[in-house]
């Protein structure tokens, strides 16, 4: 940690800046360390330092580490954040609150006409933190949705993709298998990364249980709560997807098996579609929602993967701060998100206010993410999210994938293990 808050102190120049140019403010911003997003930053800033020749943005990308989680939380430890953040994970933010990182955006008058003229209301809760405040600003959201190989579905009979947990096993032997059953095809009706890496789960075990429980997420009222028969179903469908040889016990390290035409269904998010237009033209695809139990009714949820925009503590300049946050958010530099990420803003009109209209009919295929933003969930507000999403993860080792527990045990366990975690912790 303290290494780290060197490193971020000898990167940035933090609200603690010294400025100067006393009529001039200066603020640093911190966007994500990926090409997509560090090109609409630079265009974003300079657009702003145009308009706002009393109020400079200088941009960094976050410093390099195994994670920007790490790097805020350094340094935050060190007093060395920047004004503003727009890689915030919502599963840090308590951590971030706990150690007096942020500062509360509704304490400025116009919060709620911002978010609320952006926010899709149903979302809002979702980033409200225990204690009742707003600590970070909504901004995108990568919802996690079911890619699937048309070619490979049509050639196993199914011209639509599957809806159920039922339709998916019958169409995944079918994809994998011969047609007498017992001669492997060399093709996987899907795969997961099999790795005991806590952050895998959010695109499996995590996203189905959001999808088979009407988006619920890891705890109720504070509590652990995902003991539950959803969970059970959840686990025990990824169980059979194993044990039935339709997803291979093996991970994959020279390339997406889906790029390749090596799996029929892909559990992702919108970026990928970019990647299979330049890395794949002629693979024919489509997107659906996830399968869910036999059983379910009504909408079907997902993980949203958000990232959120936070101002820092440490910052001298709150209100200038705060308009900057704004402006990164309004509709034309949210079609620059999508124009230059492929990644979906958080808002409620993507799909009929007319400032996104080039952008959604030059790819279609992502109308499919921006109407699933309304169904999906984020993480909870809980400061143990990482332990309690390795026990998770080292269950479903042992149960999905090398099947030496039953559903029903495997669940128990991580419910068990993450209550004590909780618990620990106090």
Not at 31 to 48: F, G, I, M, S, Y
Not at 171 to 200: C, H, L, Y
Not at 305 to 315: E, G, L, Q
């Amino acid at each position: 940690m303290l290494v780290l808050a060197l490193s971020a102190q000898g990167c940035s120049t933090g609200g603690g800046e010294q400025e100067r140019d006393p009529d001039v403010v200066h603020l640093t911003y911190w966007p994500a360390t990926n090409q997509q997003e560090v090109r609409l930053a630079d265009t974003l800033v300079e657009r702003w330092n145009r308009l706002h020749p009393r109020i400079q943005v200088k941009m960094q990308p976050i410093p390099a580490s195994q994670s920007s989680e790490e790097v805020l939380l350094a340094a935050i430890a060190g007093k060395t954040t920047p004004d503003v953040c727009s890689n915030i994970w919502p599963g840090s933010l308590r951590e971030f609150t706990e150690a007096g990182g942020l500062i509360r955006l509704d304490q400025f008058s116009d919060y709620d006409s911002a978010v609320t003229s952006r926010t899709p209301r149903g979302l809002l809760d979702l980033f409200k933190s225990s204690d009742g405040g707003a600590y970070q600003m909504p901004w995108k959201t990568n919802p996690i949705m079911m890619y699937y190989n048309k070619t490979m579905l049509a050639g196993a009979g199914a011209q639509v993709p599957p809806r159920t947990y039922s339709e998916y096993f019958s169409i995944g032997r079918k994809v994998t298998f011969s047609a007498d059953g017992t001669t492997p095809t060399g093709v996987w009706m899907g795969e997961r990364d099999i790795r005991p890496i806590w952050w895998q789960r959010w695109f499996d075990f995590y996203t189905f249980y959001i999808a088979a429980s009407h988006g619920k997420t890891l705890f109720a009222n504070g509590e652990v709560s995902f003991g539950d028969p959803e969970a059970e179903a959840v686990m025990g469908f990824f169980e059979r997807c194993y044990a039935e040889g339709i997803f291979p016990r093996t991970f994959f390290q020279g390339g997406d098996p889906f790029v390749q035409g090596r799996k029929a269904t892909n559990f992702a998010g919108p970026y990928m579609v970019a990647t299979l237009r330049k890395f794949a033209p002629d693979l024919r695809f489509g997107i659906a929602q996830l399968p869910v139990p036999d059983d379910h009714q009504g909408p079907v949820y997902t993980y949203g993967d958000f990232k959120n925009i936070a101002v820092f503590s440490t910052t001298k300049h709150p209100k200038e701060a705060w308009e900057f946050v704004k402006f990164l958010v309004a509709a034309e530099h949210d079609a620059l998100l999508l124009e230059y990420c492929d990644q979906l803003p958080i808002r409620g009109d993507l799909a009929t206010n007319p400032v996104f209209h080039d952008y959604f009919a030059a790819k279609p295929e992502m109308l499919m993410f921006a109407r699933q933003v309304p169904y999906t969930r984020s993480m909870d507000d809980a400061k143990d999210l990482k332990e309690i999403f390795d026990a998770l993860s080292q269950e479903y080792e042992a149960c999905a994938v090398y099947g030496t527990k039953t559903p029903a045990e495997a669940i128990a366990d991580a419910v068990r293990r993450s209550r004590s975690i909780v618990e620990w912790n106090k």
